[in-house]
């Protein structure tokens, strides 16, 4: 997962705090989840919604 630092727009990876087990371990259908949440975890924020997050907060 990459997001963009706010101040400088570089990429930046969140630190990982659990460790998958791998995928010999996991039976048929978790690997599939796992890389089905995986993709979408790396999936960029969409830019109105990251508009949106700075616009709150600021007025918050």
Do not use: C
Not at 24 to 45: F, H, K, N, Q, T
């Amino acid at each position: 997962m990459t997001s963009k630092n706010e101040k400088d727009g570089k990429s930046v990876q969140p630190e990982q705090t659990t460790t998958a087990p791998k995928p010999a371990e996991m039976p048929g259908w978790a690997a599939g989840l796992r890389r089905l949440y995986d993709s979408v975890v790396d999936e960029d924020i969409p830019d109105n919604f990251r508009d949106l997050i700075s616009k709150l907060d600021k007025e918050g």
